[in-house]
C-alpha cells in the first residue's frame, strides 16, 4: 500500500476515532483531515506528476462530508461508539449540554430483540420459550381480553387527558388520592418526565446504583444532566452510605429499583424510608417497585402503603408484569401533588392510549387473575432456584419474577445453547456481567422444558 492511500486510511481512521468524543471534535478533526489531504495531495501532484491526485482529494472531502451526514443525522453509529466507550469505562459523548444518547436499546437486547419467528427460521424450531423479558408467565387476564374485544370499536375516539377514569382506579387500589398519581405509556414515560421537570441541564444531578436500568442512564444523558452512580456493594445490595456521599444540594433525583434488577436484592421499606429523610431538601428519592409486587412478604417492601411519611419521595409502578400489559405499555408515578400537577401540564396528553386505559381497568378487577400469576412465579422462582443450584449453578437470593444466576460453564455458551434449543434468556454482559445470565420465572412447563435443557447442555454439551 502506497503511503498516500495508507495517510488517507489513517486520517479516516482518526476521524472515525475522535468523532466519539463529539460533534466539536470531529469538526475539528474533519477539517484537519481535509486540510492534510489537500496539502498532502498538492505535494504528491508537485512532486510525482501524479495526475489522480486531484481525484484523491476530491474523494477524501466527499468521504468526510459524507461520515459528517451520516453521524450527524443518525444515532446508530454514534450509539455503537458510545458503548464502546461505556463498557470501557472511559467517557461518553457530550455536546454543550445535551449528551448524545448512547442507544442501549439497540444493543442491550440480543436475540432479545428478535421476532419469534425470525428465532424459529435461524435455528429451525417449532417452538419458541421466552424466559428474558420478565413478563406474565400466564399471558393476559381472560377479562382484559374481553374487555379489549369489545372495546375495539372505539379505537377511532381519543381517550380523555390525563386518564382519570384510570387514575382513579389506580389510587383507590392502593388508598391513595387520585390527584397523587400521574399515569404514563409505560414507567418510562414517568421517568424521563421527573429528568425533564425536576433537572436543570448543566447544573443539577441524579444518582443512582450501578449496574441500573438503562433508561436512567438513557434520559439523564438525553437530556444533558448528570448521572453519578455508585457500584452496587458485595452479593449486589446498597450500600446507602455511599450512595448518599455522591448526593448533594443539586441532586434532584436518587433512583433506587427495589427489587433491583437484574440481581432481584431487595431491601425493606423502611430503609428507604429512612434514606428519603437523610436526603437534601431538593432531593426526590425515586423508588421504581417494576418487581415489587413479587415480593415476599410484599408488605415489607412496598412503598405504597408509606406513601405520605415523606414528602420527597416517588413511587413508579408498571402493569407489564403481574398485570400482564407489557404490549400495552402502561405504568404510574406516584408523587407529591405539586409535582403530580406539573407533571400533567406537560406530559403528552394522550400518552395512555384508550385501549391500555381499558385493558388497565379490567387488569385492577382481575383478582384471581393476579393472584394466579403471583403463586405461579413464587412457585417457580423456588423451584428454579434450588434447581439451577443442584445444577452447579450460583443462585442469587431474588424478590423479583427472575433468577440471576451464574453457571458453571461461561454464561454466553449456555446462553447460545439454549437460544439453539429454542429458550431465550437474558445474558447480562450489557449490564457489565458477562458471567451472568438472567432468568425470567415461567410457567410450570416453561420452567421444566428450561431446566430439562439446562441438564442437557451441562452433562452433554451443545
Not at 482529494?57 to 443518525?74: P, R
Not at 421504581?288 to 412503598?303: G, H
Not at 453457571?407 to 450489557?430: D, M, N, T, W
Request: charged share 20%; glycine share 8%.
Amino acid at each position: 500500500m502506497g503511503f498516500p492511500r495508507l495517510r488517507n486510511w489513517v486520517l479516516l481512521a482518526a476521524s472515525l476515532v475522535f468523532y466519539a468524543w463529539g460533534e466539536g471534535a470531529y469538526l475539528l478533526v474533519m477539517l484537519l483531515s481535509i486540510g492534510a489531504n489537500y496539502s498532502f495531495g498538492l505535494w504528491v501532484h508537485r512532486a510525482h506528476q501524479q495526475s489522480d491526485a486531484k481525484v484523491q482529494i476530491g474523494v477524501a472531502i466527499a468521504f468526510n462530508l459524507l461520515l459528517l451526514v451520516i453521524f450527524k443525522y443518525t444515532n446508530f453509529f454514534v450509539a455503537n461508539l458510545n458503548l464502546v466507550l461505556v463498557r470501557a469505562g472511559l467517557p461518553t459523548v457530550a455536546v454543550g449540554q445535551v449528551h448524545l444518547p448512547i442507544g442501549i436499546s439497540f444493543f442491550t437486547f440480543h436475540c432479545i430483540s428478535y421476532l419469534m419467528d425470525e428465532i424459529r427460521e435461524r435455528y429451525g424450531l417449532a417452538r419458541i420459550i421466552k424466559m428474558a423479558s420478565n413478563e406474565n408467565p400466564l399471558g393476559a387476564s381472560p377479562l382484559v381480553k374481553r374487555v379489549l374485544a369489545r372495546k375495539a370499536d372505539t379505537v377511532f375516539r381519543y381517550p380523555r387527558s390525563g386518564n382519570p377514569a384510570l387514575v382513579a382506579g389506580f389510587a383507590a387500589a392502593h388508598g391513595l388520592s387520585p390527584a397523587c398519581v400521574v399515569a404514563g405509556n409505560g414507567s418510562d414515560e414517568i421517568i424521563d418526565l421527573l429528568v425533564r421537570v425536576t433537572a436543570r441541564p448543566g447544573r443539577d444531578n441524579v444518582v443512582a446504583f450501578s449496574p441500573c436500568f438503562s433508561i436512567y442512564v438513557q434520559q439523564t444523558r438525553l437530556c444533558g444532566v448528570e448521572l453519578r452512580q455508585m457500584p452496587l456493594g458485595p452479593d449486589f445490595r446498597f450500600d446507602f452510605a455511599a450512595l448518599t456521599r455522591l448526593v448533594d444540594a443539586n441532586t434532584s433525583l436518587v433512583f433506587v429499583t427495589n427489587p433491583d434488577n437484574p440481581s432481584g436484592y431487595a431491601v425493606p421499606a423502611e430503609e428507604l424510608l429512612r434514606l428519603a429523610r437523610s436526603l437534601p431538601e431538593k432531593a426526590l428519592l425515586v423508588v421504581d417497585e417494576a418487581y415489587v409486587d413479587f415480593a415476599e412478604p410484599e408488605a415489607d417492601y412496598s412503598m405504597l402503603a408509606r406513601f405520605g411519611q415523606c414528602d420527597n419521595v416517588v413511587v413508579l409502578r408498571t402493569f407489564s408484569k403481574l398485570y400482564g400489559l407489557a404490549g400495552l405499555r402502561l405504568g404510574f408515578g406516584v408523587m407529591p401533588e405539586a409535582l403530580a400537577d406539573t407533571m400533567l401540564r406537560v406530559k403528552l396528553p394522550f400518552s395512555v392510549n384508550l385501549l391500555a386505559e381499558a385493558a388497565g381497568l379490567a387488569a385492577l378487577e382481575d383478582r384471581p387473575f393476579l393472584t394466579a400469576t403471583r403463586e405461579t412465579v413464587l412457585r417457580g422462582r423456588e423451584h428454579l432456584g434450588r434447581e439451577l443450584a443442584d445444577c452447579g449453578c450460583q443462585v442469587f437470593p431474588s424478590q423479583a419474577n427472575f433468577l440471576m444466576v451464574t453457571p458453571p460453564v461461561p454464561a454466553l455458551e449456555l446462553y447460545e445453547a439454549l437460544l439453539a434449543r429454542g429458550i431465550i434468556v437474558r445474558s447480562l454482559k450489557s449490564y457489565g456481567l458477562p458471567d451472568k445470565l438472567r432468568i425470567s420465572i415461567g410457567n410450570d412447563e416453561e420452567n421444566e422444558s428450561f431446566l430439562a435443557a439446562v441438564r442437557d447442555i451441562l452433562n452433554h454439551g451443545r
